[in-house]
Nanobody, 125 residues
């Protein structure tokens, strides 16, 4: 059974930094991609960042480029989303996701099979 568990979300002030973690279990191989998405109240879930199986291809949404970074520790089955320069518009429920189809990632919600429960990030102004 594939499981993803996010952690690290909390209430912070604008300009602060935050580190989100995603632990993946239930996959017997390491060549899976991991993506972060977020969903604010009343809005659709949107792509934030993603990393392929070996960290060789990374991508970010334009809205977070230069502020967020994604890294993975395959030995620990963990993917980190390091966020800095947080803004009130970053407030959302953050999810990590993966799939079995390929070792690479995409930006569409529909491409992903497995999702975590999410971790709440709230940025006050």
């Amino acid at each position: 059974q594939v499981q993803l568990v996010e952690s690290g979300g909390r209430l912070v002030q604008a300009g602060d930094s935050l580190r989100l973690s995603c632990v993946v279990s239930g996959l017997t191989y390491t060549w899976y991609p991991v993506a972060w998405f977020r969903q604010a109240p009343g809005k659709e879930r949107e792509f934030v960042a993603a990393i392929n199986w070996n960290g060789g291809r990374i991508g970010y949404a334009d809205s977070v480029k230069g502020r967020f970074s994604i890294v993975r520790n395959s030995a620990k089955n963990t993917v980190i989303l390091q966020m800095s320069g947080l803004k009130p518009e970053d407030t959302a429920l953050y999810y990590c996701a993966t799939h079995r189809k390929t070792s690479d990632w995409g930006v569409e919600v529909s491409e992903y099979t497995y999702w975590g429960q999410g971790t709440q990030v709230t940025v006050s102004s």
